[in-house]
């Protein structure tokens, strides 16, 4: 079955770089279709979008984030790394990879997710 | 960037009941919505991908329409289990969240 967890720091300082690694099992980031993707959730508020890279190594942004997030594969290691670099108290939030296979209708949904990872943000 | 808005941002409602949620976005994403359902600690959970297709294990009390910039997302009889909050997702360019719906118990 289709496993993924996220590992990193629970504590950065402002303006440090935090890198999220995602973990997973039960399917193969070469497989044509297959993406991973990281979202997070602040608490109390909603959830939002950060990156997503596919299985041909296409990776989206977040626009609002993009200058900040780089998304990498080591498909050998079957991990997904999102690193962020200038980290602020507002980038407090659990953070949430997913995997992601194209329907055949064409979209992406996530339809397996980690249990998340709490990221704070304090000096 | 596509917005995602959701209506209404919180619901009451009873056990029976029929409820809808609707999703609009900012332009049109033909039939690439998704949603999800949250509980409290939990990772959300995929309902609904493709505007209208259920996710395999879903009960069929839920489900999705719509195309274009209009969806909703329906529970025909509201069970104990699905007061949660939902999210819907457009995957049409990028990806984005609309901000949620809370389902309340009334």
């Known amino acids: 079955q289709i496993t993924l967890k996220e590992s990193g720091p629970t504590l950065v300082k402002p303006t440090q770089t935090l890198t999220l690694t995602c973990t997973f099992s039960?399917?193969?980031?070469?497989?044509?279709?297959?993406?991973v993707g990281w979202i997070r959730q602040p608490p109390g508020k909603a959830l939002e979008w950060l990156a997503l890279?596919?299985?041909?190594?296409?990776?989206r942004y977040s626009p609002s984030l993009k200058s900040r997030l780089t998304i990498t594969k080591d498909t050998s290691k079957n991990q997904v790394v999102l690193t962020m670099t200038n980290m602020d108290p507002v980038d407090t939030a659990t953070y949430y990879c997913?995997?992601?296979?194209?329907?055949?209708?064409?979209?992406?949904?996530?339809?397996?997710w980690g249990q998340g990872t709490l990221v704070t943000v304090s000096s | 960037d596509i917005q995602m808005t959701q209506s209404p941002s919180s619901l009451s409602a009873s056990v029976g009941d029929r409820v809808t949620i609707t999703c609009r976005a900012s332009q049109s994403i033909s039939s690439y919505l998704n949603w999800y359902q949250q509980k409290p600690g939990k990772a959300p959970k995929l309902l609904i991908y493709?505007?209208?297709s259920l996710q395999s294990g879903v009960p069929s009390r839920f489900s999705g329409s719509g195309s274009g910039t209009d969806f909703t997302l329906t529970i025909s009889s509201l069970q104990p289990e699905d007061f949660a909050t939902y999210y819907c997702q457009q995957s049409y360019s990028t990806n984005s969240f609309g901000q949620g719906t809370k389902l309340e118990i009334k």
């Open positions: 493709a505007a209208s």
């Open positions: 890279i596919y299985w041909d190594d296409d990776k």
């Open positions: 997913a995997h992601s296979r194209a329907s055949i209708y064409g979209d992406y949904p996530f339809d397996y």
């Open positions: 039960g399917f193969s980031l070469s497989t044509s279709g297959v993406g």
